[in-house]
């Protein structure tokens, strides 16, 4: 039982350049999430969906799309990145009693 | 605007002391309060759950309580181990809206030999 997979786990980037992170989970859990985690601060929530064909967003949407196209899996996309999206980005689905799992977290650094 | 507010910042204490890390909130309706463990490098991972009736809860060498009327939780680690050596974040739970989960900063919790 794998729980939440993020892909990649690492990437670089240069500003302007786009990138997709992938977030897959097997415990057919409707609601997923999008965070960004920076030093000092919490985890902020970027985008969320409540189930297959839905997103909503989230405290710091800016410059973030998401997909959810399938109930497993929660696309986040950056059309053109910029140093400030410099950030370790965590993924996590939840129970319906509002337990959260997590999954590894995507390094992302723009130049 | 809901927050919830962690205390101390960072934490370092020697293998086999005890620890208490502290959470208040101002959220509402509140819901429930979750204690995650964040390890370096890694997601975070449940640790406990505190609904609005209940005051303590362990987890092996984890002990939360909630007050529920001054809006305050805490943790208290019992007999540390090295591997207690993460940060700690509080989560609080608002009634009826699937966002409505707000973040403490966490506290880094350093055990020494």
Known sequence: NAGVTQTPKFRVLKTGQSMTLLCAQDMNHEYMYWYRQDPGMGL?????????????????????????????????GLESAAPSQTSVYFCASRTGSGELFFGEGSRLTVL | KNQVEQSPQSLIILEGKNCTLQCNYTVSPFSNLRWYKQDTGRGPVSLTIMTFSENTKSNGRYTA???????????????????DSASYICVVSAAGSARQLTFGSGTQLTVLP
């Open chain 2, 65 to 83: 309580t909630l007050d529920a009327d001054t809006k305050q939780s805490s943790l208290h680690i019992t007999a540390s181990q090295l591997s």
């Open chain 1, 44 to 76: 902020r929530l970027i985008h969320y969906s409540v189930g297959e064909g839905t997103t909503a967003k989230g405290e710091v949407p800016d410059g973030y799309n998401v997909s959810r196209l399938k109930k497993q899996n929660f696309l986040l």
